[in-house]
């Protein structure tokens, strides 16, 4: 099957993806959105009740209005508010198709998905990086007791449970498992509980690790885990304790190698942060732009939804002088 030729095709149905997909058809512009979950895949993916450090303004895309009812939005609350933009818009955005080469062309690009062979003039990719988990490559990471995701507390209620890290999803699963019926003990490379938490979640976890409710080894990390127990190498030297999951929440990173096989060079300082012009965010492959969170590379705390919605407007009123 081979589809006609788009103006645009953009890559990722997350909250950048279609602000993409509305500044298109806002421009006329010939466009389709290609996602190989489900649509805004990341933040369905999100813990069950997760709510944002941004407020719901900051959330808006196209000056669409996003009520909440809390201070800040909950994780239903962004799922049910993307959607609502994405069907009451009637935007073209194909899911559960997954992109599997892009290759420049005389006149544009062909891409490959997993169900269809598209010609582009233009490609945004706006794919973020939740996908592909920072591993701790040690003995036994593959064992069915690690999980790279949260979602909820129940499956963990009076299990022995190891939190990796110490950055509000790690503090958030922390809590919640506790106040769950986990026995939970945190593994933390730093030497404290990180600065980017939430401030009104912070306070909460300082207070337990010091009541002693849930166990912290600080300045420690993981050496092997095994079906029963874990070792940690920690200051005090190595500590076996019992162990029945790992919860190792220790972020995640874009896909590089899909970058790399698209053309885009990535910086050499260990940031793999992708070429591109910060005025146009067209990459160093003309006619090739990248949208989100995906422009930090490993530095994944550095775009956000709320400063990088933008990137839709930089981008189609650069792209549509040429098309």
Known sequence: MKNSELDVLIIGAGPIGIACALECKKQKLNYAVLEKGALTNSLFHYPLNMTFFSTSEKLEIDAIPFISNNPKPTRNEALEYYRRVATSNALEIHLYEKVEAIKQTASGFNVKSTKALYTAKK?????????LPNLLNVPGEDLPKVVHYYKEAHPFTLQDVVVVGASNSSVDAALEIYRKGGHVTMVVRGEAIGERVKYWVKPDIVNRIEEGSIKAYFNSEI?????????????????????????????????????????????????SIPKYHPETME?????????????????????????????????????????
């Open 223 to 271: 050496k092997e885990i095994t079906p029963s127990h874990l070792v940690i190498q920690t200051p005090e030297g190595e500590k076996t304790i019992a162990n029945d999951y790992v919860v190792a929440l220790t972020g995640y990173h874009p896909d590089f190698s899909f970058l790399k096989t698209a053309g885009i060079e990535l910086s050499k300082d260990g940031k």
């Open 283 to 323: 990459t160093n492959v003309k006619g090739l732009y990248l949208a989100g969170v995906i422009c930090g590379g490993k530095e994944t705390h550095k775009w956000f939804i709320e400063n990088s919605r933008i990137h839709a407007k930089i981008i189609v009123e650069h792209l549509k002088k040429q098309v």
């Open 123 to 131: 490609v945004i990719i706006a794919t973020g990086f939740y996908d």
